[in-house]
């Protein structure tokens, strides 16, 4: 049964950074592409990055380019995601996903607030 598992997340202030981790298992972790999605309460899940399967392409939405840096280590089934510059706005439940497998993560919350 394929299973994500996430770790990291918190509060912390503005202009901040915060780790997120995702470690995959009960699927072959290396040959899918694997996305981070956020969503606050009462608005639709928001995409916000995706990396391939070799962690050779990236692609950013434009709300967290620049800040957000999305990296794998496929010995390790694990999905990273750097946090930098955070905003308020950063502030909502994050979830790594395997969409090609309809994988989520659990979920971890992201506060940004003074």
């Known amino acids: 049964q394929p299973r994500l598992v996430q770790s990291g997340g918190g509060l912390v202030q503005p202009g901040g950074s915060l780790k997120l981790s995702c470690v995959g298992s009960?699927?072959?972790?290396?040959?899918?592409?694997i996305g981070w999605f956020r969503q606050v309460p009462g608005m639709e899940r928001e995409g916000i990055v995706t990396?391939?399967?070799?962690?050779?392409?990236?692609n950013y939405s434009p709300s967290v380019k620049g800040r957000f840096t999305i990296s794998r280590d496929n010995d390790e089934n694990t999905v990273y995601l750097q946090m930098n510059s955070l905003k308020p706005e950063d502030t909502a439940l994050y979830y790594c996903n395997v969409p090609t497998i309809k994988a989520w993560g659990q979920g971890t919350q992201v506060t940004v607030s003074s």
């Open positions: 009960g699927f072959p972790f290396a040959y899918y592409g």
């Open positions: 990396i391939t399967s070799n962690g050779g392409f990236t």
